[in-house]
């Protein structure tokens, strides 16, 4: 059931740049855009979970993004938060039209994916390359994130990010 959660919460990050990638990419230089978007609530390792996604994407022309972020995780049960910092590259493999009248894009993203800390000491690092899609109906509501693949040498570890998630905030 968590199998792809760390994704998941990568993606929406990856998804909101995404979106701001093809209005940049006629641009013959890069551009900065800081973000700031959430919080947003699920159930992420069975714990009521608040998400705030806060960063800055450098934007290149042909669908290139550079991103880094740090990602809020709330625990809403006990209100303690953890920090998810990310340092990567982003790479949009294409947009194409969904059986939901929305949109799907598949990309690729490779770096520092996560590294979560609890203000102290670091919990988890995920880092490697992954290529995923994100789907979103014609409302621009979230369909699902599909992983296609994991060639970097730190996935699988969502039951780690789990276990770092639930004693850091219990």
């Known amino acids: 059931m968590h199998r792809h959660l760390v994704r998941t919460t990568l993606a929406l990050a990856a998804l909101i740049a995404l979106l701001v990638v093809p209005a940049t990419a006629l641009a013959e230089r890069p551009t900065l855009n800081p973000y700031s978007n959430g919080p ?3 159930d992420l390792c069975g714990i009521p979970t608040s998400l705030t996604l806060v960063g800055t994407e450098r934007n290149h022309p042909g669908g290139v993004q550079n991103q880094t972020g740090i990602n809020t995780y709330t625990n809403l049960l ?3 938060s953890v920090t998810g910092t990310n340092h990567s590259t982003l790479r949009e493999i294409s947009v194409t039209e969904n059986a939901q009248g929305g949109l799907s894009f598949t990309y690729v993203i490779h770096g520092l994916l996560l ?8 919990l988890l690092v995920d880092a490697g390359r992954l290529v995923a899609t994100d789907a979103f109906d014609a409302d621009g509501n979230f369909l699902g994130h599909t992983v296609l693949e ?3 040498p730190s996935h699988d570890d969502e039951d780690r990010f789990c276990a770092a998630y639930v004693a850091a905030t219990a």
């Open 150 to 152: 994991t060639p970097g």
């Open 40 to 42: 947003f609530v699920f």
């Open 78 to 80: 006990t209100g303690v």
């Open 115 to 122: 590294q979560l800390r609890d203000g102290h000491r670091v």
